[in-house]
């Protein structure tokens, strides 16, 4: 096999992400996890060790050009849905305040803590050459992503959407998500430009102005067009054309800014108006292709990026340090934000533990981290491990804390739609 066919890798790898998907949702886990949990199966720690010949020559280096192109295109379409998707929920202004108590403490505590585990890990775990701090705020900004999407996708299973902790965990997360993305973005820009601080300065004035082009200009145009030529919130070819467009444009302009495109990608889509119908329309027509087929690519192309050597040595001590930070600092963030906001010790362990939900987002946001060249395949390989545990874990805990009171509706409520 001296060139792998493109076709043979994709039926390979969907293939296993749907296998894997099916088996964690019998066990109650959303797929995504599984789909994930494939990227590690493809990857030399399982497949590689068991087939090393057949797997050298199916993910062939000289042959991921396109895979990765693949990839790129699904991790740009999946963000411009979350972009998309990110809304206050309902009644959300009553619940302002201690939303933003645990927006704003289930980003803190983990950024401290990603801040104070840095030094034992910088060493083993940063890519060759990147200093100190760089690193650490790096791995501030890994300990502190929340998954909107999926959290939104388990409070939906479990009938809690409309639910005092479903709303305030919405709220927060949204708000958490926000001020994680804004740190990783600096971040990246610091490294990213290869010019240092005044680099890093040319990135930032260039991303503002595109948020507030996105945000001034966009915004208004993009509402109008719907508006004018889709009024029933289902964009047809030439208006879904003009969506697409204009979030290449923005994934392009992060990119030439020394970003990942996703930050573009996400930015398009929050400007797009709060419409259920067009969310729904874009769901239909965009996420199911980004999810099913793209998305098991970007899980295949992170999971070829992991290494065993990861756990050799002081490996599974830094997975150990990693995993207290995260779970240690969200989960207690997040119940102390509820706590202080008048929630009661079940209700705001329950917030704290959906904020430990990271899943997609997180791996997203390590990969990010690995193309800036900010860590290395070792720090990669334990935080996506991470990534799949502090989701795995999210439901149990939920019934942990949750019990009876869960399914409790909020008061005002609106009805399910």
């Known amino acids: ?58 993910f062939a280096r000289e042959s991921l050009s396109a895979l990765s192109s ?11 849905i979350v972009g998309a998707e990110l809304r206050a929920p309902d ?30 890990l910088h060493e083993s775990l940063a890519a060759e050459g990147v200093a100190f701090w760089p690193f650490a705020l790096f791995m501030a900004a890994a300990m502190s992503i ?10 939906k299973e479990r009938n809690l959407t409309h639910t005092r902790i479903g709303r305030l965990s919405l709220a927060s997360a949204a708000i958490a998500d926000v001020l994680a993305w804004i740190m990783l973005a600096l971040v990246v820009a610091l490294i990213g430009s290869g ?32 508006r004018r030529h889709a009024p029933d919130g289902a964009p047809a070819g ?7 467009i204009g979030m290449f444009v923005c994934a392009a302009i992060t990119q030439w800014l020394h970003l990942h495109p996703v930050f573009g990608a996400f930015l398009f889509g929050a400007c797009l108006p709060r419409d259920d119908r067009l969310l729904r329309a874009l769901i239909e027509r965009v996420e199911h292709l980004a999810i099913v087929v793209l998305m098991p690519i970007f899980f295949a192309l992170a999971g070829l990026n992991t290494t065993p050597e990861a756990f050799a040595g002081a490996g599974l001590g830094a997975l150990a340090l990693i995993m207290l930070a995260a779970v240690g600092g969200k989960i207690a963030g997040g119940a102390v934000g509820a706590r202080l906001s008048g929630y009661g010790w079940r209700d705001s362990l329950s917030v704290g533990a959906l904020m430990n939900a990271r899943a997609l987002m997180e791996l997203i946001v390590i990969k990010v981290g690995l193309d800036a060249g900010l860590i290395n395949n070792a720090a990669f390989t334990l ?35």
């Open 383 to 417: 935080l996506m491990l991470m990534a799949i545990l502090t989701t795995v874990m999210t439901g149990p805990l939920l019934t942990l804390f949750a019990g009876r009171d869960a399914a409790r509706p909020a008061q005002g409520a609106a009805p399910a739609a």
């Open 1 to 58: 096999m001296s060139h792998t066919p493109l076709l043979l890798q994709l039926v390979v790898i969907l293939l296993t992400a749907r296998v894997c998907g099916l088996i964690l949702r019998y066990f109650g886990q959303p797929p995504v996890i599984g789909e994930m949990a494939a990227g590690i199966v493809l990857g030399p720690i399982v497949f590689g060790a068991l087939f090393p010949g057949f797997h050298a020559e199916l």
């Open 70 to 80: 693949l990839s790129t295109l699904g991790l740009v379409l999946f963000m411009f």
């Open 146 to 155: 929340t998954a909107f999407p999926i959290m939104a996708r388990i409070l």
């Open 238 to 244: 030439m208006v879904l054309a003009a969506l697409m």
């Open 91 to 120: 009644g959300v202004r009553a619940q302002f305040r201690a939303a933003g108590w645990v927006g704003v403490l289930s980003v803190l505590l983990p950024m401290l803590f990603g801040i104070a585990i840095s030094p034992f």
């Open 195 to 226: 010019e240092g601080y005044v680099g890093f300065l040319k990135t930032t004035a260039g991303l503002v102005v595109l948020c507030a082009v996105v945000f001034g200009g966009l915004k208004p145009l993009y509402a109008w067009l719907l």
